[in-house]
């Protein structure tokens, strides 16, 4: 690694860090996203416009996001999607199905109280995968983040983030 990660709020960044954000995120997600295109720098363009920055943490190493965890509180979640956008972008039919189906996935309340955050996603840029940098960035949020319970969830499949979560503390609660 090249130095030691900086971790920030993205509302804090420049909108270039906003791009590489978004690009780790539809990276990541690019397989359930694909529904909106299979060209990544499209799926890039229709989503940056619903990040809501403030909900938005990312480490940065030598100035770059590499890593990027979102959060939903009492307040609200981490993306907005606004349907006239994305039938803009994509063309009625094919912008209305988009909206409908990522509203129903991030657009749709969590029932949270005041001191309780809910992680909705942890994502790592590729090339920096396997380094600790997600751990660290988490580690920073729970000692800045004013909250006192910290939920999430998470597939049953992916071992490597159960194995990190358990090592930051979490613990099963319920099991789908």
């Not at 996203?33 to 480490?59: G, K, M, Q």
Request: aromatic residues 12%; negative net charge.
């Amino acid at each position: 690694m090249a130095g030691e990660p900086v971790f920030r709020n993205l509302a804090e960044l420049e909108s270039i860090h906003l791009r590489q954000a978004v690009e780790i995120y539809a990276a990541t997600f690019y397989e359930p996203l694909s529904f909106i295109s299979n060209d990544l720098d499209l799926i890039a363009d229709v989503l940056e416009h619903a990040f809501v920055t403030d909900r938005h943490y990312v480490a940065l190493l030598d100035g770059n996001v590499v890593a990027v965890v979102s959060i939903s509180d009492a307040q609200g979640r981490p993306q907005r999607y606004r349907r006239e956008f994305l039938t803009h972008q994509l063309g009625l039919l094919k912008g209305s199905l988009a909206y409908f189906r990522l509203r129903d996935v991030f657009g749709q309340p969590i029932n949270l109280e005041q001191q309780q955050c809910y992680i909705d996603y942890v994502v790592t840029d590729s090339a920096f995968r396997g380094m600790g940098i997600a751990s660290e960035l988490q580690r920073h949020l729970f000692g800045v983040l004013p909250y006192k319970e910290y939920l999430l969830e998470v597939a049953e499949m992916n071992f490597r983030a159960i194995r990190m979560y358990e090592e930051l503390g979490f613990s099963v609660e319920n099991r789908k």
